[in-house]
């Protein structure tokens, strides 16, 4: 089985979880912009895959290829450059963070637990339409 679906949007990171203090107790939380894209990548698997899953003891290989949107103000030998893939990203978010926030948002949907992730996969471009493509199969 392959599952293939698409996060609309620029790609977001698993942000760092916050701390705040009521008196003498600390209090962690989730940032709100990393809760928002978590529903938003549930929401379009359950869109697009309607509810397909895979089996907890399938050991799984996830890719994920983020596209970024091109800045307006590059010249146009430099979009044809990034859109040609000759010129990468390197920004926000980071590589690991894309895969830990996708791996975490699909644990219980389509897998049991992103333990079974054996093989995977983070690539970064710029693209005409900023989105994250996530491919899940049977690792080989």
């Known amino acids: 089985m392959k599952i293939r679906f698409t996060i609309p ?3 977001v990171g698993k942000g ?6 009521a008196g003498k107790f600390a209090k962690a939380y ?3 912009k990393t809760v928002n894209y978590e529903n938003l990548v549930k929401l379009e698997y359950e869109r697009q895959c309607h ?3 895979f089996d907890q003891d399938v050991p799984l290989d996830m890719r994920i290829t983020a596209y970024y ?3 307006q103000s590059v010249s146009k030998r430099k979009r044809e450059l990034m859109l040609d893939r000759k010129i ?29 992730i054996v093989d995977a996969q983070v690539r ?3 693209g005409e ?3 994250v493509v996530v491919t899940i199969q049977e690792a080989s």
């Open 9 to 11: 949007g620029d790609p």
């Open 16 to 21: 760092r979880p916050r701390f705040s203090t």
């Open 30 to 32: 989730t940032p709100a």
């Open 51 to 53: 509810g397909l899953a």
């Open 69 to 71: 949107s091109i800045p």
């Open 88 to 116: 990468r990203p390197m920004k926000k978010a980071d590589w690991d963070n894309i895969g830990k926030i996708v791996c975490d948002s699909l644990n219980g949907i389509a897998y049991r637990d992103d333990v079974q």
């Open 124 to 126: 970064k471009f710029y």
């Open 129 to 131: 339409v900023p989105k």
